[in-house]
């Protein structure tokens, strides 16, 4: 039989996203809501207004929550500027006032994808890096899961069970012996790695856990867009002789993800009762799929660390 969520399985738990508007984000707010979840969906991104995002998307929390809705979760969508530790603060004051607690909190934060540049600057040397543009990659994808776990993680540690997921880009594994496209874009990637062993550290003498997890290639919207191709049609993106003039995309696309896989992966473990065993690990979702079982959309279970 075809592998289906079960509605139930975080039926009753509060979800915080953070970094919820698109991309993996999304993907782990949706997935939440399908096991039943209510998810608190916040991002810069907002019907409102794009309140300082680096990324000119249409995308939105709202469409977030809404989708975390329609799948059978309780979507929640609160405007946040997470690199703002006053904006962080009062989003955990409203979460204290409104629920108490926090069961699952994912820090999802990002925001730097064009910071990073295109494929052809990735290896120069640091110096022949703009220094600004370096240093606000670091304040987007580090600054911003501190500020963020020093606000709330008083509510995830009220009761026992709390469980924080740190998203990155590669298992500490992994980036431990392979250079990742820059030293900015390294040092941000292998530094939420750490967070998850450290704050998982602090979390256990309070009955809590944390877990680093990296998706593999991910079918984001700026992916898709960037190949030209929709979600429906994506395997296109791998022919050579495309009309449309559209870059090709490497034979390593064949194993990406949708954003709902990695987002299954966190779902798969805050359903584990024995979800500690994971504290200060570092795992991507395809490994976490091969043991919960747990597919992709399309239900293959794709691995884009190993081909």
């Known amino acids: 039989m075809a592998w289906r969520p079960d509605p139930d399985a975080l039926r009753g738990r509060l979800a915080v996203v953070a970094g919820a508007t698109r991309g993996a984000g999304r ?3 949706a997935a939440l809501g399908e096991a039943g979840a209510t998810v608190v969906c916040t991002g810069r991104s907002s019907r409102t207004g794009c ?17 975390v809705t329609a799948l059978g979760g309780h979507g929640i969508a609160h405007r946040v500027d997470h690199l703002d530790p006053e904006q962080v603060r009062l989003l955990a004051e409203n979460l204290r006032a409104g629920h108490g607690h926090v069961d699952i909190l994912v820090n999802d934060i990002w925001g730097a994808e064009l910071l990073k540049g295109p494929p052809s600057t990735w290896g120069r040397p640091m110096w022949q890096h703009d220094l600004d543009e370096g240093l606000r990659i670091l304040r987007l994808g ?4 501190l500020i963020t776990s020093h606000h709330l993680l008083p509510l995830l540690v009220t009761r026992p069970g709390g469980l924080l997921v740190e998203i990155t880009d590669g298992t500490a594994e992994y980036n431990a ?10 040092l941000a990637k292998c530094a939420v790695n750490r967070l998850a062993f450290s704050h998982g550290h602090e979390l256990a003498a309070f009955g809590a856990a944390a877990i680093a997890i990296s998706p593999g290639w991910l079918r984001s919207e700026m992916m898709l867009d960037n190949y030209g191709v929709t979600e429906a049609d994506w395997q296109t993106a791998l022919h050579s002789d495309r009309p449309d003039g559209r870059p090709t995309a490497p034979p390593g696309f064949a194993n ?4 709902r896989f990695v987002g299954r992966a966190v779902a798969a473990v805050a359903a584990d009762p024995t979800r500690s065993r994971w504290n200060q690990r570092s795992v991507t979702s395809a490994e976490l799929s091969r043991l919960y079982g747990f597919t992709d959309l399309d239900g293959r279970q794709p691995d884009g660390w190993t081909g």
Do not use: K, M, N
Not at 52 to 64: H, L, V
Not at 177 to 186: A, E, I, K, N, Q
Not at 256 to 259: N, Q
């Open 27 to 29: 993907g782990i707010a």
């Open 51 to 67: 309140g300082g995002s680096d990324y000119d998307r249409p995308e939105t929390i709202e469409e977030t929550a809404e989708l």
């Open 142 to 145: 580090v600054d911003t899961h």
């Open 177 to 186: 012996t392979h250079y990742r496209l820059s030293v900015f874009y390294d």
């Open 256 to 259: 990406s993800e949708t954003p």
